[in-house]
């Protein structure tokens, strides 16, 4: 093992710059002894509000982004057997949440420049089944689903945004900006530490700009009540407490600068990957004309010996990761939908090329210039 160590996320850089407003911050909420809901989670699902440009009432803060996803699905009135048509290459939790409510996923294949649903081929698989549409805006770039909304919504089908890696990414739609969970029915974040908006432990949001549906939101999260001790519905117990929500709140008036960082560490891995003329061995990740791609993760495609190249790597004192080594249609536990390799190729494709490299704000220019220098190594010894 090389001396180097360069971490696939730091959190300890960008923590520094707060840490004096986030003591504060504890103190003022263990003196109030007040740890669930209350003021410090109002407030940050209204500045959310402002941030995400939604009406006043919108967010809805939950327990994680699983849960966002549990909440969004029941409120779009999923029900056993509905299908719901997704991506494959994304964390299980997408997925996992369909099948936890009865729902059947229906995996499309991704479009390979962008890692995203191909929106066509999600299209072609509707049935008179499908209830709910689920894009995920994987790794910080969001899906272009804007064009399909009002054909979905014409056959009866609910789009739900699996948001949970692209806080604060929007694309330019024709001059109109779309914002990343604000463009379908419902979006979920999840603000797990490791989530360019993340807190100090689980958290999640639900986002939707209809109002009755976000009122129907936040009884589902306290367990289907409206007025406590009175259940409308069934719900589930899943609150976002009062130290994530002012920890989320004071990191969320970071988030603009720490995208912008993250924006500026994938152009230059992108110029040093030339300076490298590791073109021919490489593929950066690409931004859709419009998109602002908040780069959650940096994730490059390796033409060939990606697993060779991560051993290397690792070995060398760069922590680069595998997401993900394994499409979902192919998991073990979805084996009874009835999927087989090749299915969906572009998927399965990706599974054997990504490969994540650092980013997070704080990651320094010679360290991403050491990393590009040795993977050039690797392929040219
Ligand atoms: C992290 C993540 C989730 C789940 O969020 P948790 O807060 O960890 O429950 C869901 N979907 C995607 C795409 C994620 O990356």
Redesign the pocket.
Known sequence: MAEQKVPILDLTRSFREIKPEVFSALERIFDAQSFILGREVETFERHCDKYLEVPEGSSVGCA????A?LLALMAADIKPGDEVITTPF??F??AGAVARLGGVPVFADIDPVTYNIDINDAMSRITPKTKIFLP?H?FGQMTPAEGVIDELHGRGIKIVE?T??AFGAFRNADGKILRAGAVGDIG?Y???PT?NLGGCG???MVLSRDKDTADRLRRLRVHGSGTTYYHDEIGINSRLDAIQAAILDIKLKHLEAWNEERRRIADYYRLLFKTNDLQEFVVPPAELEGNYHIYHQYVIRVKAKRDELMQYLNAEGFAVRVYYPLSLHLQPCFAYLGYHEGDLPQSEKLTREALALPVFPGLEAKEQEALAESIAKFFRK
């Open positions: 994680s982004g699983t849960d996803l994304t964390f939790a997408t995920v994987l699996d949970a890696q979920c999840s603000f797990f989530k689980d958290g999640g």
